[in-house]
């Protein structure tokens, strides 16, 4: 395999394909020329893949041309921020009043799962109108779904209000880095600290178990989220774009 990625510059995603019912891969090599761009989509047509993912350095300007000059479209901004060390927030009981924050667990998952499929809609698969949309709605929920097994995740919070688990956080722990994966607060409920107090807790999380940073990817449009990351002390520290060239169909 890591001949044919070295000769190819691309490498299947069995998962992404298995789910969509497309055939995809990724760019992985470094196909910052045109040659190389123009060899890896050959080789992926060959192969019969439909659609292409590429994750490029916003910085890099040459792969970012090579991209856009080989019919790549721009889908999503992915912004990463870090937070040194798990350093807690202020207390934000007051702001979340009486509401209580509690590892999540199999009985809340029909709530998660339904708040999963309308809360993650600014992502590069809604961007893109070649996938379906209910189909990546019910990526969240599988994603939500496996965090609180525990394949994707250490720990899942969720906001419970009156027995019902109306928000959730995600969060696992490699090295020396604890890693944001999902965040959601039911509508009705946002502008009350529930989501600070999530975050909270994660970092609290984080120092108990001696993590040197936390680091979370958001979407580089959504404003809301970035002064959010921000106000909790998180700096940005990568801006990368995510690009879908779809091949056949």
């Not at 910052?32 to 439909?50: G, I, L, N």
């Not at 909270?200 to 959010?228: E, K, M, N, P, Y």
Request: net charge neutral; aromatic share 8%; glycine share 8%.
């Amino acid at each position: 395999m890591a001949d044919l990625l070295d000769v190819t510059g691309w490498a299947p995603r069995p998962w992404d394909s298995a789910f969509f019912g497309v055939n995809i891969a990724q760019i992985t090599g470094d196909c910052s020329t045109p040659a190389e761009m123009t060899d890896a989509v050959r080789t992926a047509q060959d192969a019969s893949v439909d659609c292409l993912y590429y994750l490029v350095d916003a910085a890099d300007q040459e792969s970012v041309r090579v991209a856009e000059q080989h019919r790549f479209s721009l889908v999503d901004i992915r912004l990463t921020l870090e937070c040194a060390g798990g350093t807690p927030l202020h207390d934000a009981a007051a702001a979340a009043g009486s509401v209580t924050i509690r590892q999540a667990h199999a009985g809340d998952l029909p709530l998660l799962t339904a708040l999963a499929r309308a809360n993650h809609r600014n992502t590069r698969f809604h961007q893109d109108a070649r996938f379906d949309r209910g189909r990546s709605d019910e990526l969240y929920a599988v994603w939500i779904e496996r965090s609180v097994n525990g394949e994707l995740a250490d720990a899942v919070w969720v906001v419970d209000v009156d027995d019902a688990a109306r928000g959730y956080l995600t969060v696992k722990a490699s090295g020396d880095t604890a890693t944001i994966g999902l965040v959601a607060v039911d509508p009705a409920l946002r502008g009350r600290g529930h989501g600070v107090r999530l975050l909270q807790t994660a970092l609290r999380w984080a120092a108990d178990r001696g993590l040197r940073r936390t680091v979370v990817a958001t979407q580089g449009r959504s404003a809301a989220s970035i002064r959010f990351y921000q106000r909790a002390g998180f700096t940005p520290t990568r801006v990368e774009l995510w690009y879908h060239r779809w091949l056949r169909g």
